[in-house]
């Protein structure tokens, strides 16, 4: 596969989807440990999206989200830093490497909708004024979901700069 996920060679989309599922089920035990740890509520959901296992940890009412906002931190700080470790435990039960997303009280499915908004006015900017738009230094999940909005517009994007100052340059046609 060339974006990156591990899959046996010849592995059937029924067996990828196997192997996300199950990716998904290890994260959301990993999570309901770290939630018991904690002492926060938060119910769990598992989702495979495009290529890639997606779980979310959401809560019932305004108490439980405030609690779990915790989890998400500052501009999302610790939501990335549980992303990674929640990789890590995927990665120990099964030997490969996870793409999975996490999500905590809408944290980044709110991100995604601002950021998609982002990348089609930088698109429409270009547009009208033929000129490159460089945006703001963003996080890879940011970066992904600006290029991807930029490319239903119709134009090109690249990633200019060294982390953690990379950014997206909108380019015109």
Same mark, same amino acid.
């Given at each position: ?8 060679? *010849? ?8 192997s ?7 994260? #959301? ?5 770290? &939630?018991?740890?904690?002492d &926060? ?17 959401? *809560?019932?009412?305004?108490?439980? /989200? ?6 998400? *931190? ?10 990674? &470790?929640?990789?890590?435990? +995927? ?15 809408g =944290?980044?499915?709110?991100?995604? /909708?601002?950021?998609?908004?982002l ?6 900017? +270009?547009?009208?004024?033929?000129? @490159? ?6 996080? @890879? =999940? ?10 239903? #517009? ?9 982390? @953690?100052?990379?950014?997206v ?5």
């Amino acid at each position: 596969m060339t974006d990156g996920t591990v899959a046996p060679e *010849g592995a059937s989309k029924s067996e990828l989807l196997a192997s996300l599922e199950q990716e998904g089920e290890i994260a #959301a035990d990993y999570l309901e440990a770290l &939630l018991d740890i904690a002492d &926060l509520d938060g119910d769990i959901d598992m989702d495979v999206e495009g290529d890639r296992a997606s779980v979310s940890i959401i *809560g019932e009412g305004p108490g439980a /989200t405030r609690s779990l906002n915790r989890l998400v *931190g500052q501009d999302g700080e610790v939501l990335e830093a549980l992303q990674e &470790l929640t990789r890590l435990a +995927v990665h120990r039960e099964t030997g490969e490497r996870s793409r999975l997303m996490l999500d905590i009280a809408g =944290f980044r499915a709110g991100k995604r /909708t601002e950021l998609a908004e982002l990348g089609a006015r930088a698109a429409k900017d +270009v547009k009208a004024s033929g000129e @490159p738009v460089r945006l703001r230094a963003m996080t @890879p =999940f940011e970066r992904k979901v600006v290029h991807d909005a930029v490319a239903a #517009a119709g134009l090109r994007s690249e990633s200019e700069g060294e982390e @953690p100052q990379r950014r997206v340059v909108v380019l015109p046609a």
